[in-house]
């Protein structure tokens, strides 16, 4: 069933169960307010009627028109009146009811006898619904006279039929209008919903360039559409970055095949002395290494993008890290003569894998050591800024263009300045490292201008103090 459908018997079916109730309450408390009308206008004229009698000094025998000429309220149109003995017989009644039979009832008479009085809904053959109030008095414990007061209900009966019809009549009417209206407004609330789904039919297609169009709003449908617009975003950037990676990577792992194919070729055209097969062997050694490296470091990212690669929590001090990983550097650097200095070493400890905070400074260092001028200098700070520690390696070397900076940790990119400086080097160490720094939950800056060299910093949080 279409939504629209849904979302209008929906609205639908709780309208009618609203009208209804509000139907079914509005008529009650509408009967039950007419009825205590009638009820308060029946008390009033019972007492009017009591008050004659006590002005007279309850004697046995009333002057019936004495009585109606000094209290004409006894002989209102809408109402009549009797006055029984406590046989139950009729003393006096009001001339408009004397061509009408209204008993006392015996549930009033009874009642007559304890003092109470009686309201009652009465119908009697060939004679419209009334309703009656019987009124005892009672004098020196004696029950002397019943005054009873009536009123036809045919008024009361004939507002409320009307008033029932007005209910029936309306309601369905104002049902069926809210319900036109109610598809009417589904439709154009779901309107939007119809285009985002052509767009996404056509984005679904593969063209991840499209983008869903709708006015701009902050409703659901605004705030869907821009989740959408969003997800889609990421999703053609991760193609875009799966594209670019495949093209990378079949580039880096071709590159050593080349060089290896070539130089057997050559090698093999003619006979040659043992020490060129040598030669070729050692060469092709070294590419099978670098390959190895690069396919090593691919299932490392690979495992670390599943989500298989564990990590330790235990406390690491980082200065001591540091000093051991500062010796390694120094024979790194003897080759290119660069220095690799000690500069401001604050004690931290961080909570962490020591072996993959080993592997990442290590190789920060590394690269500041491979991208430096010779005879330069690498220098390593360490220093605590409130709850975290930066850990700086700075260098004087090739520097690294800015629009460059956030493609460093990108696989495989090496700017071209980096390729000319070395051919070592793979393309997929910063993105390591960029791994071990958000798995420990820091990241990692980057400050750097060309020929001016760079400077790295890892920024790790503190451990927390130990009780």
Request: glycine letters at 6%; one cysteine or more; hydrophobic letters at 40%.
């Amino acid at each position: 069933m279409p939504l629209r459908v849904r979302l209008t018997l929906w609205y639908g079916t709780a309208l009618a169960l609203i009208l209804l109730t509000f139907s079914v309450v509005l008529y009650t408390i509408t009967a039950r307010g007419l009825r205590d009308q009638v009820d308060e206008s029946l008390q009033e004229t019972a007492s009017a009627a009591v008050r004659s009698l006590e002005k007279r000094g309850f004697l046995p025998l009333i002057d019936e028109d004495a009585l109606l000429s000094q209290f004409p309220e006894l002989t209102r149109i809408d109402k009549f009146f009797q006055i029984f003995s406590p046989t139950g017989t009729i003393t006096i009644r009001s001339p408009n009811i004397r061509q009408h039979d209204v008993p006392l009832s015996r549930h009033a008479l009874e009642a007559a006898f304890t003092g109470s009085t009686v309201f009652e809904s009465a119908r009697y053959p060939n004679e419209p619904p009334l309703r009656l109030v019987s009124v005892p008095i009672i004098y020196r414990g004696s029950l002397l006279y019943i005054v009873q007061v009536g009123t036809t209900l045919e008024g009361v009966e004939e507002t409320l039929r009307r008033f029932l019809l007005v209910l029936v009549v309306m309601a369905p009417i104002a049902l069926v209008v809210s319900l036109v209206g109610g598809w009417f407004l589904a439709g154009r609330a779901l309107r939007p919903v119809d285009s985002i789904t052509i767009a996404a039919q056509r984005i679904a297609a593969g063209d991840l360039t499209q983008r869903l169009t709708s006015e701009r709003s902050t409703d659901e449908i605004g705030r869907l559409t821009d989740t959408f617009n969003n997800m889609i975003a990421r999703l053609e950037t991760s193609f875009a970055q799966i594209r670019q990676f495949s093209s990378d990577a079949s580039h880096e792992l071709r590159t050593p095949l080349t060089v290896m194919k070539g130089e057997s070729e050559l090698v093999l055209r003619r006979p040659r002395p043992v020490e060129d097969y040598i030669a070729v062997l050692e060469s092709n050694l070294e590419e099978i290494d670098r390959m190895s490296r690069i396919v090593e470091e691919l299932l490392f990212l690979s495992r670390a993008d599943l989500g298989q690669v564990k990590t330790e929590c235990e406390p690491v001090r980082l200065e001591a890290l540091v000093e051991d990983i500062q010796r390694q550097a120094c024979l790194l650097g003897q080759e290119r003569g660069v220095d690799v200095i000690m500069g401001t070493i604050q004690p931290a400890t961080v909570r962490g894998d020591e072996l993959r905070l080993r592997e990442l400074i290590l190789n920060i260092v590394d690269n500041a050591v491979k991208y430096s001028y010779p005879q330069g200098t690498v220098d390593i700070d360490l220093l605590v800024e409130g709850r975290t520690a930066r850990l700086s390696v700075r260098d004087h070397g090739i520097g690294i263009p800015q629009d460059a900076h956030k493609q460093i940790f990108d696989r495989f990119f090496r700017t071209d300045d980096a390729r000319a400086h070395t051919k070592k080097g793979t393309g997929l160490g910063l993105a390591i490292c960029a791994w071990i720094a958000e798995a420990h939950h820091g990241h990692i800056e980057v400050q750097s201008e060309i020929g001016q060299g760079s400077t790295f910093t890892i920024v790790l949080p503190l451990a927390p103090p130990t009780a």
